[in-house]
Structures are given as structure tokens and as C-alpha cells.
């Protein structure tokens, strides 16, 4: 800011001279003051200088449609919608979402600093204002093998880069929680930048909740019941309530949510695949529900927008008000949520519901630098075979529209080399997660049920945190046939049907997002969904492929695996697959 951009302020409010822009004709949406204001709004550069009646240089006709503040996602993973910020902001920005609170931690923790470099990159191609987080669990725990480790020193001199926002979700509670140090200086030298720090704080209550908050952590994300947000309200925390793909904790959190502890709310969708957010929306869906579930229109926009600002110290962003970001979207209803214009930083960036934003394509990502990232030794039948000492086994139980799973003990085949075997008769499948980054040769073997695939397997070389290759099927062939074109195509997911590839999705960066076109992206999504579905039996009540994604994520209970094997995240420790 300078003194003459400040004296064009000062005298475009006060109508002396005509605003650079005016959105006339509009009902401005106030979600602290629970009003709606028809007016006009007075835009001189990249800042709202008041909303009433005003005369600009440029006029635009708002037809009576309803102003918000920019839509902010508190919390997201780029990488889940398998495209590069670039592409995701074409996407998102129609939507109403004018920012989004980062973590690249998918990337991160394949191809390590090239890849937030690629990232930051990136999103500077966009109109989609980007906050990078630096993540603070590559790889998420001891308990998995990534392709980078982002360790305590890295962090202290990455987090007074401009270009870092904040630190991104601990995850590594049990390591805070007992004094691991290089967590504990992971969490200093954030403090000491003056910077947030993000939570992932699954399953804690009590004394544990407190040290977790009084250590310098502020959101969470991971509440999956109304207890669980009352209690970090209560702590001081900000509670990030998410609808993603696979994890849809908002219906289930809302009636916790009142007009006292609102304010401490803020709307996130973690990771959702690109289909699900051009099908549903992308925060505007969690707006959506919320008004549908019957919560309070301006509440729950407040959630969206204002909410997210101040928890995260973002002063003038998330109100249209005199001395806000001239961040805006034009809704034609508070009903439907639908966007037809959007501007950022007082420029028209969608019109009649249409991405018009020139992207810059002229800046250089980084993308030779997180290319070819699939690396693995040769991999057979034999690499498969899980010995059993008895006909009993621990199961990973996946639970319908969750990320958590269940630890269950049930009755197995056996076969004649004391292997297991699976039986068409029960619903028990064999999981496998590869080591893809070293070539070590290590693989996880796991057994999962309500996954219910049949006649065939499906592979990933996304699987979080760690994005080692796992992959799912009723036979060994399959299996493998399927690891082996995720190596072919250097990354992506896979279908499989009797010894047949169907369909494969190629993901040529890191292995986990790709440069080519969103219509790309969601035609193979869509294949692969109804592959998944209609040829394989996979269970209709979860993201087939989403799912098997987290079932590698070793810090969200209960029972997961890794590529170093079964793992009890409550008990914080491997098991046998056999009892």
C-alpha cells in the first residue's frame, strides 16, 4: 500500500470520485450481522471501498444476485483431485472457492522439496489464491517408507519462506505426545516464525487433547462425532468441518454446531476427487447441506468465509466490507449455491458460471524434476503368499463413508501350503502395499473386508501418506498384473478383470496428479468407477479407489498397513496378520 493507493481509497468510499469497478444491483451478504444489504459495491483496485451507491469506471450489472466473500477451504490436498493447482483452480474458482489452506504433503512426501517447489509453482498460474502449508509428517510416522524425509532441520529453514503459510497438519501425535524431539523442534521453530499450525488429532480427549493443543496446534480437521468438536471448541481450537470423497464427517457434526461455538467453525473438504467436485460443488457443497440440513444460511457462510480468515490470521480476507480483499462471488440463490460470477483481487475471473481466467503458462513448474517416480523390483505370485499358523486372522474392517477402520478378528481359508486363501464364500480380500520409491523390495500383506471386489484386483500408487503403490484383489495373478501396470504407465490407478486390464488412469507426476486436462481426469474417473462397480462388486457405499487410498495411512485407527506390514494405530505397533 501506498499513500496514493490509499488517497483513492479513502476518496473512492466517500463517492468523491468514481470507483474502479462497481458490481451494481446486488444483495450483499453480511454473515456477522445476519443481514442482506441491496446496494452496489465499490471496488478500487484489489479492495471492496464500500457497498451503498456508487458510480465506477467500469460498471458491472450484479441482476439481483446475492455477494459473499470468496469461498476458503480451510484445509485441502491439491493432490486428491489428481490434478495440478493449476487445473484444480480452473475447477474450484466456478464453484465460489476464491482460496484454499494447503498441504502438499502427498507430493511432498514423494518427491520431497522439488515437489512443493512444483506446487508453489504452479498454483502461480492460477487466480485461485493458494496458502501453502509445509508439512510437518514426511512420511507421516516411522511406521511408513516415503521417497522423502522432511525432518527438523529442513523445517526451520523452510518456515520463514514467504511462501510458507504455516505448518501443516501434525499427525504425528504419539511422537508430540511423548517428547520425540525432532517433532517437539519441528513445533518450535513454527512458534518461534509466528506461524499456524495445523492439527490431525484423531481419537485424542482428555489431558491428551490439552498438551496436544497447549503444544501450539489450533485446527482439527479429524472430528468424526459431536463430542469430539465440543470438546476442541472448548480447548480453544478451531474445528475444520470436512466433506470430502471418502470422509463426509460435516452431516454427522452439525448438530453440535449452535450460535454460541459457530464462530470457532470453519468448512474443509481434505481431499475430494475432481468428479465429485464439478458433480457437487466444491465448499459451496458443505454450504449446500448445511442450509438443506436446516442450519442458519448465514451462519454456515460465515464457516466458509469469515470463519476460516480470522482462524487463520488473514485480516483482510472473507467479508464483503469496506477494507476487504475485493474477493467476490455473485450466488443466485442461499439455497442452491450456485456461482455465476466470481472476482479475485477485483477481477472478473468467472462469468455466467464459465472459467475466464487466462492462465499463465509462461512459468516454469519444476515438472522434469517430479517425473519417473515408480521404482520397483520385480514382483511375483510367490511376494504375495500370507503364512497362517492357524485359520484366524487380524482383518482391516473398512467402515462405510469413513477413513477409520476396525480391528476384527475373523476365520479364514488355509490352503495345503499353510497359506492363506481366499474364499469366494466370505468377504475377506488380500491387500498388498509395494515400496515404490528405493526399490527395496518391501511389501506389506494385509487381509480387508467390505471391500467386496470380485474376479479381479485394482492398484494405486497413491496410498497416504507415504504414496506407496497398494493395490487389492480376489487373486494373486491379478494382483500383480496390476502392480505391474501401475509401473508401466510410471503412476496412476488401475482396474483388473481375470487376467484383463480394463482401464488405467496414468498419473505421470510423483505418480499421484497429472498434467493433462480435467476432462481427462474425469472421464477416467468416471471408467473406473463404473468398472469398479458394475465388473468388479466393489462395495457401492465407499470411493472404491479413495478408500483403498487411506488404507496405508497409519495414524487413523484402527488397523492399517503399511509397506513394512500390519500396523495397530491405537496400540501404536505391528502385528501378525495370523492369530
Known sequence: MDIHKLSKIIESAQGKIKSDKVIKNVKVVNPISATIVEGDIAIVEDYIVGVGEYSGVEEIDGKGYYATSGLIDAHVHIESSLCTPKTFGEIVLPTGTTMIITDPHEIVNVSGIDGLNFMINSSKQTALKCLFMLSSCV???????????????????????DNIFGLA??????????????????????????????????????????AYKASGVTTDHECTTKEDLIERVHCGMYVLLRNGSAAQNLKNLLPAVNLRNYRRCCMCTDDKHLDDIIKYGHIS??????????????????????????????????????????????????????????????????????????????????????????????????????????????????????????????EVSVNSFGNFEYDSSKDILKVVAVERHKATGHIGLGLIENYKLKNGAVATSISHDAHNIIACGDNDDDIVLAIKEIERNGGGITAIKNGKVLHSLKLNISG????????????????????????????????????????????????????????????????????
Open 169 to 210: 497438519e501434525m499427525m504425528n501425535f504419539h511422537g508430540l505426545l511423548n517428547l520425540d524431539e525432532d517433532v517437539l523442534l519441528k513445533l518450535v521453530h513454527s512458534i518461534n516464525a509466528n506461524k499456524v499450525i495445523d492439527g490431525h488429532g484423531v481419537t485424542l480427549r482428555g489431558k491428551s487433547l490439552n
Open 285 to 410: 457443497h458443505n454450504i449446500k447441506i448445511a442450509v438443506e440440513s436446516g442450519f442458519d444460511e448465514f451462519c454456515a457462510i460465515a464457516m466458509a468465509t469469515i470463519n476460516t480468515a480470522e482462524c487463520y490470521g488473514l485480516k483482510d480476507i472473507g467479508l464483503v466490507a469496506p477494507g476487504y480483499k475485493a474477493d467476490i462471488v455473485l450466488w443466485d440463490s442461499l439455497k442452491d449455491f450456485n456461482a455465476n460470477t466470481v472476482l479475485v483481487n477485483g477481477e472478473v475471473v468467472v462469468r455466467d458460471s464459465i472459467h475466464i481466467y487466462k492462465n499463465k503458462d509462461n512459468i516454469d513448474t519444476g515438472l522434469d524434476k517430479v517425473s519417473n517416480s515408480i521404482n520397483i523390483p520385480n514382483i511375483t505370485t510367490d511376494d504375495l503368499q500370507i503364512k497362517m499358523k492357524s485359520n484366524k486372522a487380524n482383518i482391516i474392517s473398512i467402515v462405510d463413508g469413513d477413513l477409520v477402520t476396525k480391528k476384527v478378528v475373523r
Open 139 to 161: 512420511p507421516a510416522t516411522e511406521n511408513e517408507e516415503s521417497g522423502y524425509i522432511l525432518d527438523s532441520k529442513e523445517v526451520q529453514k523452510l518456515i520463514t519462506d
Open 512 to 579: 499421484i496428479i497429472t498434467d493433462s486436462s480435467s476432462d481427462y481426469i474425469i472421464d477416467s474417473i468416471h471408467k473406473l468407477h463404473s468398472l469398479a462397480y458394475d465388473e468388479l462388486n466393489i462395495n457401492r457405499n465407499i470411493d472404491p479407489f479413495m478408500t483403498l487410498s487411506f488404507m496405508a495411512l497409519s495414524v487413523i485407527p484402527e488397523l492399517k498397513l503399511t509397506t513394512k506390514g500390519l500396523f495397530d494405530v491405537l496400540q501404536n505397533k505391528f502385528l501378525e496378520v495370523s492369530l
